[in-house]
């Protein structure tokens, strides 16, 4: 089973950029699609982005869709999520997950998970 760390989240102004990072170990990184989550307190975990075991593939939701990049290094057995032109709606906890089943947007299809890291927008 793959284990996950999220780094790179933190404080930002409206309109700036983050890249969180996801460090995978102790499994075949490649044999994974990733998925990027999000959740606010009282609130589900929203599906934000996911890519294929390859890379090859990405996808998105329609509130980040043009604004944010996901992107992996399977060398590096590292997945990415570069967010630009952040607002404060997307304040959250970010997550990273990992699918033997190769991903989606639901965060049933995901069995293994980061322990998140905060994003805070200040407007």
């Known amino acids: 089973q793959v284990q996950l760390v999220e780094s790179g989240g933190g404080l930002v102004q409206a309109g700036g950029s983050l890249r969180l990072s996801c460090s995978a170990s102790g499994g075949t990184f490649d044999n994974y699609g990733v998925g990027w989550f999000r959740q606010i307190p009282r609130q589900e975990r929203e599906f934000v982005a996911g890519i294929v075991r390859s890379g090859q593939n990405t996808y998105y939701a329609d509130s980040v869709k043009g604004r944010f990049t996901v992107f992996r290094d399977n060398a590096r057995t590292t997945a990415f999520l570069q967010m630009n032109a952040l607002t404060p709606e997307d304040t959250a906890v970010y997550y990273c997950?990992?699918?033997?089943w190769g991903g989606g947007v639901g965060a049933g299809a995901y069995d293994a998970w980061g322990q998140g890291t905060q994003v805070t927008v200040s407007s």
């Open positions: 997950a990992a699918s033997r």
